[in-house]
C-alpha cells in the first residue's frame, strides 16, 4: 500500500472512530446550539414586542396628559409598572406622574413615584435626573439631610450646575452658609456663560454676602 493511501486509510479510520465515540455528542452540540440560536431569536423578538407595546401604552399615557386627563394617565401608568417594569418607558411615565403629583402639592406620593422610578431605571443619564428630582422633592418636603444624601448620590458632570445649585439652596436651609456659598461658586463655575440661571445664582451668591455683613 503507498504511504499516501496509507495515510488516507489511517485518517479515515480515525475519524471513523472518532465519529463512533463522539457522534452522539456532537449531533447533540449541534441540536443545543440550534435551539439556543431559535431561543435566542424568539427572545429578541419577545423583546421587541413588548418594547412597542410599551411604547404604544407610553403614548397612550402622553395623549392623556395632553387632554387633562390625569386618571387615565394614572391608569396607563400602573399598567406600565405591572407589564413593562423593566421598561424606560415605565420609567419616563412614573417620572412624569411624580410631576403632576408636585403640581397637586402631593409630594410625598411624588416622592414614592420617583423612588420607583429610580429603582427600576438603568440608564445613568436618567438615574441622574430622577436623583436630581427626588432631592428636589425631599427638599420641598423639609427633609434637607435626605436631599443632601440623594445629592451626594449624583455624579458626573452632566446636572453639576444644577446638582450644586440645589446643595447651595439646602444648606441655606440647613444654617450652613459657608458650605452654601461654596456650593454656589461651584454652580456658578460649571454652568456656561449663556446658561440662563447665572443671573439668579449671582443673587443668591450677592445675598449670602449681604446677609454675612449684616451678620459681622
Known sequence: MAFDAYDDYEQS??????????????VVGIAIGLIGIFGWQQWRNHQASNRA?????????QSAEA?????????????LQKDFSKSTYAVFATSERARRQVQ???????????EWALA????????????LRLAQVQFAQGKSEEALSTLGQLTGKQYEGLREELRGDVLVKLG????????????LSAM?????????????????????KQGA
Open 67 to 79: 387632554v387633562g386627563n390625569t386618571a387615565s394617565a394614572d391608569q396607563l401608568t400602573d399598567r
Open 120 to 131: 427600576h431605571s438603568e440608564d445613568p443619564a436618567v438615574k441622574s435626573l430622577i436623583q
Open 53 to 61: 407595546a410599551a411604547a404604544q401604552l407610553y403614548q397612550q399615557v
Open 13 to 26: 479510520e480515525r475519524v471513523q472512530k472518532w465519529l463512533r465515540e463522539n457522534g452522539v455528542s456532537i
Open 192 to 212: 456656561s456663560g449663556d446658561a440662563p440661571q447665572r443671573s439668579s445664582l449671582q443673587l443668591k451668591i450677592d445675598d449670602l454676602a449681604t446677609a454675612g
Open 104 to 114: 397637586a402639592k402631593e409630594l410625598d406620593k411624588a416622592s414614592g413615584s420617583l
Open 176 to 187: 450652613r452658609v459657608d458650605d452654601a456659598r461654596k456650593a454656589y461658586q461651584s454652580a
